[in-house]
């Protein structure tokens, strides 16, 4: 299975490094698939610095509904029509911040993939519940809160404590993580779910990207920090992909 390697660029840059930041991977191109996600004002200046190469573009949220009346929201639409291909839903930081449930995440799924964008689900447990040893429950309560049945996208698993912290989880964390997903995915949808990518996150860095991507059932990385850093994400890039 082709990695992905996916940059969320969450809430940085300008319009002009931004743009800088697409030209440098553009002259880096490696053997994996390579996407960055913008801050949504950047999306339009960071497609046309992408156009033509095969560093694809997504956003880091939508809503729900496909248009209306929600102040300061995003639709699906609108981020396709800015360049995007994909879209980063559920990540923790918006569970956190914006109070996302389940059911909201499943309903921007839906909407996500109405407008033809292919969504990147973002799971994973605080650093309390896995003290406590109920990450799989948690991971796992969160897959089939989250998936609609005809979800046809990506899953990210972000130890939230990995988040930003340096510490990514254990190889044998992300391995047995990785196993438990896989397993689920079949559940929820058979065959497809054995076919589905599913992406570590977590203080990956080009030192630690050979190891984690070298274990089995990781389709790739969600990369937050080193995502930010050309030569980083490059780096990181090479890890998956040759
Ligand atoms: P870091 O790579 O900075 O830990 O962020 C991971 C992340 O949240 C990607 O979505």
Redesign the pocket.
Known sequence: MRQLI???W?MNTTTASAAALAAALREGVVGCDMLV?PPATQLVAVAAALAGSPVMVGGQDCHGSPCGAHTGDIAASMLADAGATWV?LG???RRAEHHETDAVVRAKVLAAQGAGLRPIV?VGESAAERSEGHHEAVVGAQLVGSLPSSFDGVV?Y?PIW?????R?ATAADVEAMHAFIRTELVQLFGARGGEMRVLY?????PDNAVSLMALPDVGG???????LVAADFLAIARAAGG
């Open positions: 996916a940059g969320n969450k996600c980063i990540h923790s930081e973002c990210a972000e990995a988040i930003g912290s340096g990514s996150g977590g203080s990956v860095k990385a969600l990369v937050g920090g080193a995502s």
